[in-house]
Structures are given as C-alpha cells and as structure tokens.
C-alpha cells in the first residue's frame, strides 16, 4: 500500500515501515561512526522500540556488541492497516543486529503486568542466564496495577494553581494561551503511580530474585527536570511529582542491589520531541525555542547522541559515574547552559504567532514528529507501494 501520516491532533494514526527501517539505520550508523564504547554485555531494555528506548537499545547493540531483550507495547501491522512506528522500528533493529551477528529479541506486551515480567524472566533464563543493564524507558498515559487491577490515568496538570501559558499548535504554528486547572490529590496519585518508580523496583525486585542480575549490574531510567519556564506545567506539576518518585526509587533500588553490589541511576536527559512529549501543554513551543537555539550553538542533540554520550561519557567511561548533588546524571547538561536557557526566556517573551516562524525552529519541531512516524524521512521514496505487513524476527 502507499501510505501516507494521518494526524489527529499530537497523535499520527499512521507509521511508514521504510521511513522507520531508515531511522533505526540511521541511528546505527551514527552509533558506529562514535567507535566502540566498553559497555554492558547483556542488556533488558523496558520501552525499547521508540525514543530513548530505542535508542538506548542501539547503542548499546551497536557500540557494545551487547546482546539485547527489548520489552515494548506496538501495535502489529494488518493487512491495509500499518503497525505503530514502534513496532516497524524493532523490526528494523532485529534485522540489522541479526546481520550483525547479535542476538535480540523481542516481547510485545504490557510491560507492567505480571505475565510480561514472568516471559521475561523466562526469556533471560533460558538465552541469556544474567544480564548486566536494564534500562527503564516506558512512558505511558496509564498503568493497571498488578495487585489491584486498578487501572489508573496519568494526567499533565500544574499542582495547586491553574496555570496560563503560550502554547503552540505545531501543525499550524498557531500561538494561543492554554489555561490548565490544577490536579486534584487523586490525580497526583494517579500520576506518580503510572510514570513513578514502583513498576521499575517490581522489575528490579523480580530479576534479583531469580538471581539473573550479573554481579555489578546497572539499571537506568529517564528524567526530566527543565527551565523555571515550564517548571508548572512539568517539574512542579503532576509528571514532576512521578519524576520524583522515580528518582528516589533509584536510590532504593541500590539499597535492595547490595549483595551484588549493583547500582540504580537515574539520567536526567533533554528535551526531545517524542510521542510522549508531544502531548504536553506548552512544551511544543518551548522544544522549538529550544532547537532554534541549540542548533545555532550547535549543541543540538537528538535521542541517539544524547544516548551515545550517556553510555561513552557516563556510563561506561572507564571512571566514576559523575552525578549531580541529588545523585542523578545530567545529559541535559547542554540545554541547561545559562546562555541556552537565556536566550530561550527572551524569545519566548516575543513568540506570537507571527515570529515563531522566524525565532523558533517549528519546522524542525514538525519534521522530528513526522519522522517518529516514519515520515519526511530524507532518502525515502513515499510514492512507492511498500509491504505493511512485516514481521519481527526474533519477536516472542
Ligand atoms: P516514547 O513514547 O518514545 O517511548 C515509550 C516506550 O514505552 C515505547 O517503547 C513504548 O512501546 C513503551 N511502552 C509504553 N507503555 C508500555 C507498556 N504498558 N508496556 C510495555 N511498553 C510500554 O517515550 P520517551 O520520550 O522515549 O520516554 C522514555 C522516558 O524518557 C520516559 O521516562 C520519559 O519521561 C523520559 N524523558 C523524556 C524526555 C522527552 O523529552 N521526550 C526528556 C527526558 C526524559
Ligand atoms: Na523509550
């Protein structure tokens, strides 16, 4: 079929599997143009099929030879009906590190739940005995918990006072005020329960106990901090809240790792255009100040570089992990430079609708988003008939 995006929204209803092969390759690429990075061997990645994930996954197959288990939720392609974007990217990944000589396999399913876990462990049992990174990536809008079946909705909302900012539409480059109301308690709990710490420690708590961590093993998950600018709308609202959560259960996780004498990091990374990201109120028009700027200073990076320099720079240095005072690691590093983040707070007092196109990066915004899907990929011929229907070869 001839596949063209679909939007509704912050959401394309369409992927395109070569526009997807070519990301994932061109991620590969740039992993092996960086040379060898001396990093883990045996890798889980949770939420490995977009994003940092994904990323992650690549780098540490294709900078590490490492082997890989990718655990992921997509949708599987129809005939007339594409896949999501995910699922066309773990295909791609798995052909590529097969060719390479790599194992990796796949597990599609709710990352959450107790029979994901359990394949899991199985999987990692039966291929791989231990591993030696697990790396946390899920972002999900709901989690049904595993004691309750409670299901619980994870919200974007300020915390105590509604919160009135500039946002932009990225489809149109309209700019309008949007006037969030503050979450109630609920909310707040709903929150931290989906995007905080607990499924990650329910992981790391499941791998011991079936004794499959390597002796020094690492886990890493993603954080986000940010400007004063969107502190309401992120830091200090609900997903702030999550963030916190999880950033403290790193440190419990270490606690609980001590017998084998593993560590839990958290990275705090940049902001990325990203599925999840794209559904945040304000961050749009602060994520296309923000390209505009880093490009121009030529510190832009994209989920692969920050990925290739987390596991090069931090992670695997041959030396101490450098953290913040609160622990954490700090890949945001670039976007936080007081020149970076002056500059955006005088271009977002300016932004209308009528500058943007001139002071913001909205093409580049647009472009990324339609390149999640697959789509406005350079190289890629999109008049031509392509298959939808393709397999993940290692897929469980
Ligand atoms: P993403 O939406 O690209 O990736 C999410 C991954 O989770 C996908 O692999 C998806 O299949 C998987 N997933 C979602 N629900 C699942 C479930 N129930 N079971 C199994 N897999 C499931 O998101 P992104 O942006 O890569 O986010 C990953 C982490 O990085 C999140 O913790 C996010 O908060 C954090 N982060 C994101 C930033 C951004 O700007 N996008 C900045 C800094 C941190
Ligand atoms: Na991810």
């Not at 005995?129 to 990536?137: E, P, R, T």
């Not at 489809?171 to 929150?191: M, Y």
């Amino acid at each position: 079929m001839i596949i063209e995006p679909r939007t509704r929204g912050f959401i394309c209803l369409t992927a395109h599997p070569i526009g997807c092969e070519q990301n994932v390759q061109n991620q590969i690429d740039y992993i092996k143009s960086k040379g060898a990075i001396n990093g883990p061997k045996k890798v889980l990645v949770i939420g490995a099929s977009t994003g940092f994930g994904l990323a992650s996954r690549i780098t540490a197959a294709f900078g590490s030879d490492a082997a890989t288990i990718g655990v992921f939720l997509e949708k599987p392609p129809k005939p007339n009906r594409p896949a999501s974007p995910g699922w066309y990217n773990s295909a791609a990944f798995e052909n590529q590190a097969h060719q390479a000589g790599l194992y990796a396999k796949s597990i599609n399913g709710d990352a959450f739940s107790k029979e994901i876990k359990q394949q899991t462990i199985d999987l990692i049992k039966k291929d791989l005995g231990q591993v030696d990174l697990v790396i946390y990536s899920l972002a999900s809008p709901v989690r049904v918990h595993p004691e309750t079946g409670v299901k619980h909705k994870s919200v974007l909302k300020p915390i105590g006072d509604p919160y009135t900012n500039k946002t932009v539409d990225f489809h149109t480059g309209d700019i309008s005020q949007v006037s969030i109301d503050p979450a109630t308690e609920e909310d707040i709990e709903n929150t931290i329960t989906v995007m905080g710490g607990e499924d990650w420690k329910f992981w790391m708590d499941a791998l011991q106990k079936e004794d499959l961590l390597a002796p020094e093993a690492k886990t890493i998950a993603y954080s986000y901090i940010g400007p004063k600018l969107t502190e309401p709308v992120y830091r200090k609202g609900t997903i702030g809240r999550a963030k916190d959560h999880l950033e403290a259960t790193a440190f419990d996780i270490t606690k609980s790792l001590k017998d084998i004498d593993g560590k839990a990091y958290v990275s705090v990374n940049k902001a990325l255009v990203t599925q999840a990201s794209s559904a945040i109120p304000v961050i749009p028009l602060y994520i296309s100040l923000l390209y505009k700027v880093m490009k121009e200073n030529n510190v832009h990076e994209g989920c692969i570089e920050q990925m290739q320099r987390l596991f090069a720079d931090r992670l695997y240095n041959n030396s101490e992990i450098e953290t913040d005072d609160e622990g954490r690691i700090r890949v945001d590093d670039w976007e936080m430079r007081e020149d970076i983040q002056a500059k955006i707070k005088e271009l977002w007092d300016n932004a209308t609708t009528e500058t943007l196109v001139s002071i913001g990066d909205l093409e580049g915004y647009s472009n990324d988003f339609f390149n999640l899907f697959g789509f406005k990929v350079a190289g890629v011929d999109y008049n031509q008939d392509v298959n939808e229907v393709v397999e993940i070869p290692g897929l469980q």
